[in-house]
């Protein structure tokens, strides 16, 4: 079987459920494209997670969870004297904030296991890591891991890498920039936001961002922009530009990029093209954003109809 891999951090979520109450959920950047990519790719792929756990009770909840959507969790290793890290959303019109508690946060150890974590790269068709999944880890721990992604895709695994900026989890902007150069340059396919880029780099464009990752040696990149223009590069391809599904009332922003991502990595696994793959994109990350949470219930008749 063909096997997509996602590797990062999956935390307690606490999402407004109103009047001041909060639902508890499971949920991280990365593993919200597993969530999204399990439920876009055919069966004869396994979707997996590659991370690292406490072993307390919220721990093997998150793991219960994560077997329940159909994730494979093999990839998963369980540290002791660690938990998970929480982070609560809060809302204001449709964007959200959110505060962090992850000091004791197993994945910060996703990459002290060279060994381990070189088995669990062994064979994947593709693996996806982000921005969060680099600035958790120590300065060695990304490079152990962007070694790691760099040897994988040299044995023909596909890597991708969701930009994905949290500032407040980096030493500071240079090392920001650094980090984010350094995992474009282990990847295939780079999925960068132009607000974000524009804020670090001082992009005026997105053929700024293009640019600079094609520089790295990424082969496709595409450049999210909310509701605005969606910008391709691809190697075969060149630019193309796509506008994004119209939607009447955005409730909840959260996992829009994640699920975005899970779309496109997922049209590119079954070879259907940028175009097509794009399409797809945007059609799950329009659903996501009209509901609630990060793992949103997809209608895929609504989808598969948006690719006929």
Request: glycine share 10%; net charge negative; hydrophobic share 40%.
């Amino acid at each position: 079987m063909k096997r997509f891999l996602t590797l990062g951090e999956c935390m307690v979520e606490l999402a407004p459920a109103g009047d001041q109450l909060y639902h508890q959920g499971f949920a991280g950047d990365t593993f919200n494209t597993a969530y999204y990519a399990r439920r876009l790719l055919p069966q004869d792929w396994t979707v997996g997670y590659c991370s690292a756990v406490g072993q307390d009770a919220v721990s093997d909840d998150m793991l219960d969870l994560m077997r329940g959507h159909g994730i494979d969790i093999s990839g998963v290793r369980k540290v002791a004297d660690r938990t998970l890290g929480l982070y609560m959303i809060q809302l204001i019109n449709g964007e959200r904030s959110f505060s962090y508690w992850r000091r004791q946060s197993a994945a910060k150890l996703l990459a002290d296991d060279p060994d381990w974590l070189e088995t669990q790269l062994d064979g994947a068709s593709m693996a996806q890591f982000s921005g969060i999944t680099l600035a958790i880890l120590s300065p060695e721990g990304r490079n152990t891991l962007c070694a790691a992604l760099a040897r994988a895709r040299a044995n023909g695994t596909h890597v991708a890498f969701d930009t994905n900026l949290r500032p407040r989890l980096w030493e500071d902007e240079d090392t920001m920039r650094a980090g984010l150069r350094m995992g474009a340059e282990v990847s295939d396919t780079v999925l960068p936001s132009f607000d974000e880029e524009e804020g670090l780099f001082g992009d005026a464009t997105p053929a700024d961002t293009i640019a600079r990752y094609r520089d790295c040696g990424a082969s496709t990149i595409a450049v999210k922009d909310g509701a605005g223009t969606l910008t391709i590069w691809d190697k075969t391809e060149g630019t193309q530009e796509f506008q994004p599904v119209k939607i009447d009332s955005v409730i909840d922003t959260t996992a829009a990029g994640d699920s975005f991502g899970a779309g496109f990595l997922a049209g590119l696994a079954m070879e259907r093209g940028i175009a097509a793959s794009a399409h797809l994109a945007m059609a799950v990350a329009a659903q996501v954003v009209q509901a609630r949470g990060a793992l949103v219930d997809l209608d895929m008749t609504d989808i598969e109809g948006t690719q006929a």
